[in-house]
């Protein structure tokens, strides 16, 4: 039984800095996320149930990908590519 609710803590803090993270529009690191006045969640919380700010990121690459939409739209917009074939073809 305390493996689940265990569980159902970390999801409830991910769930909460995924939403923090679309507010804010951004990225934070660690330095800036502990330093914001506004964080949801103390980073120590974040250590003891993630063990450290890049393990929550792994976290939320995985189960909360729409966390991150500034990183999604610079990934469509610079794609190699495409460029690489608009070249191709306008040369051939």
Do not use: C
């Amino acid at each position: 039984m305390p493996m689940k609710i265990r569980l159902r803590q970390k999801q409830s803090i991910a769930n909460q800095i995924a939403d923090f993270l679309k507010e804010e529009g951004d990225l934070l690191n660690k330095v800036t996320y502990s330093a914001h006045t506004g964080a949801p969640v103390r980073y120590a919380l974040i250590q003891k149930f993630f063990g450290t700010y890049e393990g929550l990121l792994a976290y939320l690459e995985t189960f909360r990908p729409d966390a991150f939409p500034s990183l999604e739209e610079s990934a469509r917009a610079a794609d190699p590519l495409e460029s690489l074939s608009k070249k191709s073809t306008a040369t051939g």
